[in-house]
């Protein structure tokens, strides 16, 4: 299946220069939306990637993540903005182009020793991702991998992210 097909482009969104790759098309097209759950199983097993947890990031990464820990068998962990979960939370601070942002998980969530594999939507600058594996490494979790399923080679996110496999299913 052809999913670039599936994503649509919207120029000039969030703002004029940008190429916004939208998924919301390829989330409404059932056939698509179960190849892609699938095809990410299987470049995980593929890539030897055995995972206790699946953690997805706020919000998309749920989308895929959940339906992911599913299909492996693996539990499956939010990671939040600041302020959305209701118990005592793991945090870390990291830096955008302009300020600064905050991830959260629950304190009970993960444990040390815990393999983890991290899934998002889409990998840009590598910024969330990256915050996202420092805090599971603070905690003590072995990451054993990313999952995306857009990768934005150009602005080379992978440089920023640990020495894991790192799987993408459509590459522009």
Do not use: W
């Amino acid at each position: 299946m052809d999913l670039k097909s599936l994503i649509r482009d919207i120029p000039d969104y969030p703002k004029p220069g940008i190429l916004f790759r939208d998924i919301t098309t390829l989330l409404r097209n059932p056939d698509g939306l179960r190849y892609t759950i699938d095809f990410l199983m299987d470049k995980c097993i593929s890539a030897g990637i055995r995972a206790d947890y699946v953690v997805g990031m706020e919000s998309r990464g749920f989308i895929f993540g959940a339906p992911l820990a599913y299909k492996l068998g693996a539990g499956f962990i939010p990671v939040r903005k600041k302020g959305k979960l209701p118990y005592l939370v793991h945090s870390i601070e990291y830096a955008l182009e302009y300020g600064t942002d905050c991830l959260e998980i629950h304190q009970d969530a993960l444990m040390p020793g815990n393999r983890v594999l991290i899934v998002d939507d889409l990998i840009a600058t590598g910024g969330t991702a990256g915050a996202t594996a420092k805090l599971l490494q603070q905690i003590g979790c072995e990451l054993v991998g990313f999952g995306f399923i857009i990768e934005l080679r150009d602005l080379k996110g992978r440089k920023h992210l640990p020495d894991v496999p790192i799987i993408s299913l459509v590459e522009y």
